[in-house]
């Protein structure tokens, strides 16, 4: 049961992110780095990864000259990271 | 935070409870607005009271242009919170409309109030949305004490009905010492702490 959780958000810092975002409408790319103490290269990667999985989007834009990158989860995300919550919650009440 | 390193099925739920928990800790400053409003209102509401019971100004009503005050100084703040804010909640979206249809209604009420001289009605009906308001944000803010300090304007809101316009204007300022401006300082205070 265990190696069934989604590779994809069994990863610490890809984990936090998800469950920030699911928690709020929409978050900046620095409220994600403050909250998760990552550093910025390695928040970029599992970001990525992320939005390849189709688990996030990202929007990319400027504010007041300055780029801005905002995610939000997207309903496969939500989906994805409800199952894995769920086979988590099994897996921990079969020990 | 490493993403790469093995972890057990309790550290994922860890994870999961601590990122939820900074989400729920965002500080939305709610406070500011609960208390502009309250003292904007209990001071015009006093003038209004002291202008009609202690002097022969003809026009003591034009103490309510204050909120034209609290009007600009709430949409530049407005303006300037969305640009800092790094986060979009829920529950911040909803207050944030939530007040912005507050304004209307308060606005709208006030124009159709005045073009119908209903001035004797307007008190108690202002203590009434008072009341709602808190109750709702209270809830949605999950501040009990709001909730509470609303529902207490409701019996003031029943002895308003029965009571002359001078007095009214008296028992809006109570009403809206109670359900604003103490709510909106122990709010305040909340706020403090959290940020710290």
Redesign the interface.
Known sequence: M?KD?DPIL???????VM??L???????F??LK?????TAG?LS??IQKLKEAGYIEVIKQF??NYPQTICKVTSTGIKAFEEY?KN?QA??AQ? | ?????E?S?????Q??QS??Q???H?VANNSFYLLLWGWLIFVATLLNFGLMKFTSFEQPYLVWNLVWIGAIVSIIKGIKDS?KI?????V??TMKFFGISQAILYFGLAFFFGKYDLWTIALPLYILIYAVTCFFMGALMQFSFLKWTGLVCLPIMVVAVYVPFDWQLLLLALAILISYIIPGHVLSAKEKLQIK
């Open positions: 265990f959780l069994h990863s610490q810092l890809r984990l936090a469950s920030l699911i928690s709020v409408k929409e978050a900046e620095i409220f403050e909250k998760t103490n990552a390695n990667v599992q504010k007041d919550v988590l897996y921990l020990k | 935070m490493e993403s790469n390193q972890f099925a309790e550290q994922s739920l994870v999961i990122m939820i900074k989400v729920k965002e640009k790094a986060v979009k909640t829920f911040g979206e």
